[in-house]
């Protein structure tokens, strides 16, 4: 396999550059990630990079950080469990009121047990078996 011949030439390689240079440790990271690399060579649907991905929770993962900092620790946390359950709205298409309404509506009266059928992607499923949703 190609990827193989490409690990052999960067040993070669690496024998002749300083391991702490840019280079070097460039390197060093592609021969530690040299299996995962030849999945991606192996199979032409798997993507090369994550920026789909990362492009997507950006604003969500921004958003944690900051909001740790929203007047008190524990406001900062639930802070960020809300913005981390309207960004799971938004990645399943869901309508962030809707969805918020009926939560809030049912909350009060669930047991703890029954709490994780309110995460967004167990609750769109709720909402689609009983015709309620649409999509």
């Not at 060579?41 to 991905?53: A, C, F, S, T, Y």
């Not at 709205?89 to 703890?112: F, I, Q, T, W």
Request: proline share 5%; net charge positive; hydrophobic share 40%.
């Amino acid at each position: 396999m190609i990827y193989h011949r490409i690990g052999k030439a960067l040993n070669k390689l690496q024998s002749c550059i300083l391991p702490q240079s840019g280079f070097g440790k460039a390197i060093t990271y592609t021969l530690n990630v040299r299996d995962r690399l030849g999945v991606y060579l192996q199979d032409g649907r798997v993507e090369i990079d994550n920026n789909l991905i990362e492009n997507a929770i950006r604003p969500s993962a921004i958003g944690k950080k900051n909001w740790l900092f929203f007047g008190t620790p524990e406001s900062g946390w639930k802070a960020a469990i809300l913005y981390t359950l309207l960004g799971n709205c938004k990645v399943l298409g869901l309508d962030p009121h809707a969805y918020l309404k009926d939560v809030l509506e049912r909350l009060p009266s669930m047991m703890n047990s029954e709490v994780p059928d309110l995460l967004p992607r167990n609750w769109a499923k709720q909402q689609a078996e009983s015709g309620k949703l649409t999509g």
